[in-house]
């Protein structure tokens, strides 16, 4: 969020953040924010530049699969720093702030997120069963159906993933009857049951331990 602190602040509270987590907002990474709540804390002022670079670092480099993480809040409540500047530099600072911050993620439980995309499919009435089951046969959903002009509308949400084949699918099901369009809609929470194996599959592939560390392996 590049605008001045003031600003930052304002629209931040007008989003539903309360104003005192709001004066207290260090830095915004992406989706992620940095709350310093220390008080008082020596040396901190001339080594936050150090703690949010780690900060950062940690989030551009999930503990689950190395992944970018999102729609974060994490608080800084304290720190000791040495009294010698000398061990309070990058090679200390960074790897300790990344290391408090990935076990955090892990402590509360993060979960994997994938990239979902809006379809419109556009169909004469009596395809319409078959192509809303299109949908819902990809983990997706299907949020509403209406009439416009002689077609049936049928709109719903489904994982980028799934979405694979699905032009020659809905082609199929509908005897080529049907248009449809997709858009970007963000990210979504992946099912429960399916986070175990995607995230497995992305260690291996990226030459990582196939274990998920606990918190406690951080320190």
């Known amino acids: 969020m590049d605008m001045p602190e003031q600003e930052r602040r304002e629209a931040l509270q007008e989003a539903g953040m309360d104003k005192d987590t709001s004066q207290n907002v260090e830095t915004i990474h992406g989706t992620n924010v940095l709350i310093d709540d220390t008080k008082g804390i020596q040396h901190l002022n001339e080594?936050?530049?150090?703690?949010?670079?780690?900060?950062?670092e940690a989030l551009d480099d999930g503990p689950l699969a190395a992944e970018p993480v999102q729609g974060t809040l994490i608080r800084l409540d304290?720190?000791?720093l040495h009294e010698d500047a000398i061990h309070r530099g990058p090679a200390q600072v960074i790897p300790a702030v990344r290391q408090a911050v990935?076990?955090?993620?892990?402590d509360g439980r993060i979960s994997m997120l994938e990239p979902i995309q809006n379809v419109r499919i556009d169909v004469p009435s009596e395809h319409m069963g078959p192509a809303s089951g299109e949908i819902q046969?990809?983990?997706?959903r299907v949020d509403d159906m209406y009439q416009e002009g002689d077609l049936m509308v049928v709109?719903?949400?489904?994982?980028?993933e799934e979405?694979?084949?699905?032009a020659s699918d809905i082609r199929s099901a509908t005897e080529g009857r049907a248009s449809w369009n997709t858009e970007n809609a963000g990210f979504q929470v992946m099912a429960d049951n399916l986070q175990p194996e995607t995230i497995r599959e992305i260690r291996e592939r990226k030459g990582m331990k196939l274990e998920l560390p606990a918190g406690v392996d951080y320190f």
């Open 47 to 56: 080594t936050m530049e150090l703690v949010v670079e780690g900060w950062e």
């Open 78 to 80: 304290d720190a000791r």
């Open 102 to 106: 990935h076990r955090a993620l892990i």
């Open 137 to 140: 046969g990809r983990r997706g």
């Open 155 to 160: 709109e719903g949400v489904a994982p980028v």
């Open 163 to 166: 979405m694979i084949g699905f």
